[in-house]
């Protein structure tokens, strides 16, 4: 399977500290944010290939962290935008990616400024094991940390019915970060979605889209998550990678 990872952003949010410098490419516990995600992903067993989307700010940076890394090769894919007004958004980066790698088969959707705890072998196991689309999920009690992400309602089956980005009213507990698998059927659907709404740059967004189409199914996370986007995210990171906290 291959994993692509979403790492085009400006990091606006994080600034001063994203001015030089990728986010997912910033220091935590004694390794890039981005690293310890691809770590993850080949020790599932499943991730042959890593293609990483960037822009051409960063794309050197993250070009010498892949040689640096070494572990395997990652393919880094410059998507040719210089500044936050000039990005291609979440959506567009995706499907630019897939027409300009031909991709045609089932593949790990994810965004590269997510930290997970014992997650990914599991998500991956339950797709090897009955393959469909699917989403990440985890219960999110706090309702000020589900208006900052995505929000999920589902059906007995764990089938997802509707999703929304950063609600202000969540209408469940049910947070769903940047990981996803989708199947083919899927990913033919990025450039009829950027048609209809070209506007909706979240990828939460065209996943809600295509749920409204085709079927999409959630797997429960067991394990836990932090959500780097902001700088108390960053702030906390170090311990709660020591911790699990």
């Known amino acids: 399977m291959k994993a692509l990872l979403l790492c085009a952003g400006f990091g606006t949010r994080m600034y001063p500290l994203t001015q030089d410098r990728a986010k997912p490419l910033l220091p935590v516990a004694g390794k890039p944010i981005l690293e310890h995600l691809v770590d ?8 042959d290939e890593i293609l990483v989307v960037t822009n051409a700010r960063f794309h050197s ?34 499907a630019w990616a897939v027409q300009e790698c031909g991709l045609s088969e089932p593949m790990l959707v994810g965004a590269g400024d997510n930290l997970f705890h014992d997650t990914l072998a599991a998500f991956v196991r339950d797709y090897r094991a009955n393959p469909r689309n699917l989403v990440l999920r985890y219960r999110e009690p706090d309702p000020d940390k589900l208006k900052r992400t995505g929000v999920a309602e589902i059906d007995d089956n764990a089938r997802l019915l509707r999703l929304a980005e950063k609600p202000t009213h969540p209408a469940s507990e049910w947070a769903c ?40 199914f959630t797997h429960e996370m067991q394990g ?3 959500d780097v986007g902001e700088p108390e995210g960053y702030a906390s990171a170090e311990s709660w990678i020591e911790n699990g906290v």
């Not at 090769?73 to 567009?92: F, I, P, Q, W």
Request: glycine fraction near 8%; proline fraction near 5%; avoid cysteine.
């Open 61 to 94: 940076q993250f070009v010498a962290w892949g040689k640096a890394w070494g572990k395997r090769h990652v393919d880094v894919l410059n998507d040719g935008a210089m500044s936050n007004e000039t990005r291609l958004g979440a959506v567009g980066d995706l």
């Open 177 to 216: 970060p940047a990981l996803y698998i989708l199947d083919n059927d899927a990913l033919s659907q990025l450039e009829p979605y950027l048609s209809d709404k070209p506007s909706a740059d979240a990828i939460g967004n065209f996943i809600a889209w295509l749920a409204s189409r085709v079927p999409v």
């Open 224 to 226: 836990s998550r932090l």
């Open 40 to 47: 993850q992903l080949v020790a599932t067993g499943s991730v």
